[in-house]
């Protein structure tokens, strides 16, 4: 065979396999840069999805459903009505129910003093019994009334509803 006659790539043709290979290598580099990422950008966002307020004796009971919406675990540590923290009243307690000896104005919620851990995509249930006695902190509430209740989390978010007293 004569050396001569032997031809190499088109230079046309090595310009598109040459572009070719570099978008190839673009696009998995994207994917893996993407990848990477997401393991560092993982976020909370807690939602009030209802939220309700019932009369009971001497005081009202509100129900809150929440959800973790984001992809990073939640804790729920602090609960606020009308910006006060629950425990300013003098009183924060556990519990299903108004306390049988409630004396005063007092506020308790199913928020345990460790907080409330939702994982990412999970719902929860707090509940708040807001006693009013007439005498202290709580006296102007009345039924007909907006009280803002303020959910803060571990993260630093807080989470804010606006619910009226039955």
Do not use: C
Not at 51 to 75: C, H, R
Not at 115 to 137: L, P, R
């Amino acid at each position: 065979m004569n050396p001569q006659k032997r031809k190499a790539v088109s230079p046309v043709i090595a310009t598109v396999i040459l572009v070719a290979v570099a978008i190839t290598v673009a696009v998995g580099v994207s994917y893996w840069m993407g990848g990477i990422s997401s393991q560092y950008t993982q976020f909370e966002k807690v939602e009030i999805q209802t939220g309700y307020s019932e009369a009971v004796t001497n005081g009202w009971k509100i129900t809150m459903s929440l959800k973790n919406s984001g992809t990073a675990d939640a804790t729920i540590d602090q609960l606020f009505i009308n910006d006060k923290p629950i425990n300013a009243t003098g009183y924060i307690g556990v519990g299903a129910a108004m306390p049988a000896n409630a004396a005063g104005d007092l506020v308790t919620t199913s928020i345990a003093s460790t907080g409330v851990s939702m994982a990412a995509g999970s719902t929860s249930t707090i509940y708040v019994y807001i006693y009013n006695d007439g005498t202290n902190g709580y006296a102007s509430l009345s039924s007909g009334t907006t009280v803002n209740v303020k959910v803060h989390s571990a993260g630093g978010m807080d989470y804010i509803k606006l619910l009226e007293l039955s």
